[in-house]
């Protein structure tokens, strides 16, 4: 991936790890399962080396180009 994709791709996951963050502080406990699918993605991602917004930060950003 390009290092944009990368960076986009860093700053949405971080994103909502701020709003799961935010939404379980406020009392809402559905702020969990946004944190739990972060946690799958990042296993999926891990043990089959592919990772579904990796194909689309790819098609917004453009492979990269070495």
Not at 5 to 23: D, E, K, V, Y
Request: hydrophobic letters at 50%; aromatic letters at 18%; proline letters at 2%.
């Amino acid at each position: 991936m390009s290092k944009t994709a990368i960076r986009a791709q860093r700053f949405m996951m971080g994103t909502l790890l701020i709003i799961a963050m935010l939404l379980l502080n406020t009392g809402y406990e559905w702020g969990k399962y946004i944190v739990y699918f972060i946690i799958f993605m990042l296993y999926l991602s891990a043990f089959t080396g592919f990772c579904p917004s990796d194909a689309v930060f790819e098609k917004l950003f453009g492979k990269r180009r070495d």
